[in-house]
Every structure is written in structure tokens, then in C-alpha cells.
């Protein structure tokens, strides 16, 4: 409504149809980005053992990582709703680039971290400006749209596993120098993106001289919609927590409990992962027809059983709650993006920051947390306990119904 930002998104061009060619490249970008983020904690155990680093600082190497990204997201969102910038797609990518290179040859723990930050500022570009592409190609299927960008990410998470039993066991921290390739990739890709992104604002200008003189008339946020946006965060750090410490340290714990090798532990990772892809494709399409909220609801109430239950059941058994767990879960992970979007219908970037970004943030602190806890106590205390965490998830039922968001947004 009131930013730049908005203005493709509601261009009668724009809304006309849904852009898939866009939707599907952006998605891929998604995937190479996230797949190369999740090189980094695909590396723990290789790390633990070839340079005999703690659980403690294995987490500050997720935390450098995750509030790196997280904590510049809304920075950037706020920046780029302000004023679009095309072509900080594929420069974020070169930025992550570098990082890839660093992370295969440090030699020690401090430039692991280094790298692991240039990393970081990579994705933190990537995910408002990515999540805005997806918004400016959607038409008027926003939950597909979203639903079709993250689900790349979340696929090249789910990647890490397969990564690190086929490529990181075999050769060691030097493979990851192979995604530098992927990186390359992106970066390509991302060039196509941003040219057509300029076009699109070119297109617009116009209309976004227009929207740009309304928004001194019209800026401020309710206090209800405000009370919503808390709600939605706190949901999304329930879920990053959780995600956090299974993706972290979930390796760990399958070693130490089932006598796993390293390989097969990652195998069980991959299927929570990959079913978490799963789980959020199908989410944005059902949201579509049954509402957001409805959603987000039974899907955090669905996931309490299965998560608590895990760290209790024999490794087959768990092998199958693990996969319920990341489809159940993941459901409502482009869906919380979205509500957050139309609660604030004007600040994409912004809201992608924050629902995206800072709930990763929020993760990453959790996994300083969660390592410390692994040290002091034990891995299973530390899995049994994160098992709870879906329980915060109750507090979907306080969500404001999708009607009453789009009568929210506009008072606001």
C-alpha cells in the first residue's frame, strides 16, 4: 500500500496472472542459497572430529551464521521497501560465494566463523529481495507463490544430509569447495532475476510515484495488528527453536542412542528435512482454500505428539515421527510468511525480514543455548526437552481470522 515495494505486486499487470517462470527460477536460487547454508551444519560432526571443536562452539558457528542473516533481513527489507534494489540478488551471492571458499580451507576456528559470516550476509540479501520476487510474480495466488519459493529453500536444507554422506564424509571440510560451483550458479540466475525485476519496477514507476505520495496520508499500524504480528513471531520462534536444535544436533543424538555411523545419521535428518519440503508446498495451497490461520493452527497442534515421543521411540519408529514431525510442521512455514505480509500489507520486505530472517535469528540463539545444554546435562536431555517446544504452538488459536486480518489492514 504505502511502499515501493507494494506497487508491482498491485499493478494490474501484476495481478493478472501468476508468473510461474519467474515463481520456478526464484525457487531454484532458493534452493542453491539454502543448500549451500546448510553446508555449515551439514559439517558439524566433520568438524567435531578433525578440529575437536565443543558442542558450545559448534553453536556459536550456527549462531554466527544465523544472526548474521537473520539479524541484517529486516535491515534490508526495510532498505529495499524503501527503495528496490535489482541487482542485490546475485551481489548477495557473490558475497556468498566467497564465503564457500573461506569455509573449505580455514585452518582454524576463528576464519571458520569468518567465513561462515560472509555466508551469512549473502543469505541476509537474498531472502527480503527473493521473498519480494515471489510476492511481484504471484498474481492473486499468494499462498501457491510463496509456497513455490520456499519450498526451495527448505529443499536445499534438506539437501545437507545427502551433502554430507555423499560429498563432506568422503572428502572432508575441502569438499565444500564444490559449491562454490553452486554459488556460480545462482549468481547466473539471479543476473536474469534482477533484469526482469527492473523491468517490472520500470513498468510501474508511475504507479509507484503515486503510491509513494499516499504514504504520508497512511503509515502507521494498528494496535491490533501490531498485538497479531507479535503472535505470528513468537509461533515462528517456536518453530525455528525447534527446526534449530533437530537440524544442529538431531545427528548427534541418533549416533549416540541407535549406534549410528555419521552417514546413517544424516540419513534421518534427510527425511525430517525433505518431508519439511514437502510439507511446505502443500501448505500454501491449502491455506488458499481452507484459510492461514485455520492452517497454522492444526498444524502446530498436529506436531506436539509426534515431537514429544521422538527421543523415546526405537530408531525405526522415529525414523517415521521424524517424518510426520517435518510435514506436520512445516505446513505452515510460507503460510506464517504470508499472514505476516497481509497483516502489513505495504512492508514485503520487511515482513519477509522478519518472519524469515529474524525467526532465524531467534534459532540461532537457540542453538548457542541448545549446545550449552547438550555440554552440561546431556544430547538426550537437550532432544527430549526442544520436544516441547511445539506446545507454544497453542497460541495459534489467538490468531485474528483471516477476515478479520483484512479488516485489520485496512484500519491500519
Not at 18 to 26: E, G, K
Not at 124 to 147: C, D, I, K, T
Amino acid at each position: 500500500m504505502s511502499q515501493p515495494a507494494a506497487v508491482s505486486a498491485k499493478s494490474p499487470k501484476a495481478t493478472d496472472s501468476t508468473m510461474f517462470n519467474i515463481l520456478f527460477i526464484i525457487g531454484i536460487c532458493h534452493l542453491l542459497n539454502d543448500s549451500i547454508q546448510a553446508v555449515i551444519p551439514a559439517m558439524f560432526p566433520i568438524l567435531e572430529k578433525s578440529m575437536g571443536l565443543s558442542f558450545t562452539q559448534l553453536g556459536i558457528i550456527a549462531f554466527s551464521l544465523n544472526m548474521v542473516s537473520s539479524v541484517l533481513q529486516p535491515v534490508v527489507g526495510v532498505i529495499t521497501d524503501k527503495k528496490p534494489m535489482p541487482f542485490a540478488l546475485p551481489i548477495g551471492l557473490s558475497l556468498t560465494l566467497c564465503g564457500v571458499l573461506g569455509l573449505a580451507f580455514a585452518p582454524s576456528f576463528g576464519l571458520i566463523v569468518i567465513s561462515v559470516i560472509f555466508i551469512g550476509l549473502g543469505s541476509a540479501v537474498f531472502h527480503p529481495e527473493g521473498s519480494r520476487v515471489a510476492y511481484m510474480a504471484a498474481g492473486n495466488r499468494r499462498g501457491l507463490a510463496q509456497s513455490i519459493y520456499q519450498v526451495g529453500g527448505n529443499t536445499g536444507q534438506a539437501l545437507a544430509p545427502l551433502i554430507t554422506a555423499l560429498i563432506l564424509v568422503p572428502l572432508g571440510q575441502r569438499g565444500a569447495s564444490w559449491f562454490t560451483i553452486v554459488a556460480a550458479i545462482a549468481v547466473l540466475l539471479l543476473i536474469y532475476i534482477a533484469n526482469w525485476y527492473k523491468n517490472r519496477l520500470i513498468e510501474n514507476l508511475p504507479l509507484l510515484k503515486k503510491k509513494n505520495t499516499m504514504s504520508t496520508k497512511n503509515s502507521g499500524i494498528s494496535k491490533k495488528v501490531k498485538q497479531s504480528l507479535l503472535l505470528i513471531l513468537l509461533l515462528i520462534f517456536a518453530r525455528s527453536w525447534y527446526i534449530s536444535g533437530m537440524t544442529n544436533f538431531y545427528a548427534f543424538f541418533a549416533i549416540e542412542e541407535y549406534s549410528l555411523s555419521i552417514k546413517e545419521s544424516q540419513f534421518f535428518l534427510f527425511a525430517f528435512l525433505i518431508a519439511g519440503a514437502f510439507g511446505t508446498f502443500f501448505g500454501g495451497p491449502l491455506a488458499d482454500r481452507f484459510g492461514k490461520k485455520k492452517l497454522i493452527s492444526v498444524s502446530m497442534l498436529l506436531t506436539i505428539p509426534f515431537s514429544i515421543l521422538i527421543p523415546f521411540v526405537p530408531s525405526v519408529i522415529a525414523f517415521i515421527f521424524l517424518t510426520l514431525t517435518g510435514f506436520i510442521l512445516m505446513t505452515n512455514f510460507s503460510v506464517t510468511v504470508v499472514f505476516a505480509q497481509e497483516l502489513v500489507p505495504g512492508k514485503i520486505g520487511t515482513m519477509s525480514g522478519l518472519t524469515v530472517g529474524l525467526a532465524f535469528g531467534m534459532g540461532a540463539i537457540g542453538s548457542v543455548g541448545l549446545g550449552y545444554i547438550a555440554d552440561l546435562f546431556s544430547m538426550s536431555a537437550m532432544v527430549s526437552s526442544i520436544g516441547f517446544l511445539p506446545l507454544l504452538g497453542l497460541l495459534a488459536f489467538l490468531l485474528p481470522s483471516d477476515e478479520l486480518v483484512r479488516k485489520l489492514n485496512q484500519e491500519g
